[in-house]
Nanobody, 120 residues
């Protein structure tokens, strides 16, 4: 079993930065990803990182602004978000154990989510 706990969300002005963290316990030998869901919209892929950290994937909407990383012990994954925009406002979810491709929503394990609000 895998447990994922996100932290680091909050309110920030446009152009600001936030860093999200996802603490993983249990069977953590897995690629991990961040998704987000804005009100009234479907959950969408943000970024993913392989177990080794050698393979990283970003959505076009965050490429160049967000950076995903994982610690050496492979028990946590972070998402550094810079140059935030109001359209980045969403609940951000951590996910582990993809069933398909990294950017496919079909992951086995999910965290409870953390709210990110970017004011204009």
């Amino acid at each position: 079993q895998v447990q994922l706990v996100e932290s680091g969300g909050g309110l920030v002005q446009a152009g600001g930065s936030l860093r999200l963290s996802c603490a993983a316990s249990g069977r953590t030998h897995s690629p991990m990803a961040w998704f987000r869901q804005a009100p009234g919209k479907e959950r969408e892929f943000v970024a993913a990182i392989s177990w080794s950290g050698a393979n990283i994937l970003y959505s076009d909407s965050v490429k160049g602004r967000f950076t995903i990383s994982r610690d050496n012990a492979k028990t946590s994954v972070s998402l550094q978000m810079n140059s935030l925009k109001p359209e980045d406002t969403a609940v951000y979810f951590c996910a582990a154990h993809p069933r398909n491709k990294y950017d496919d929503i079909n992951y086995l394990h999910w965290g409870q989510g953390t709210q990110v609000t970017v004011s204009s």
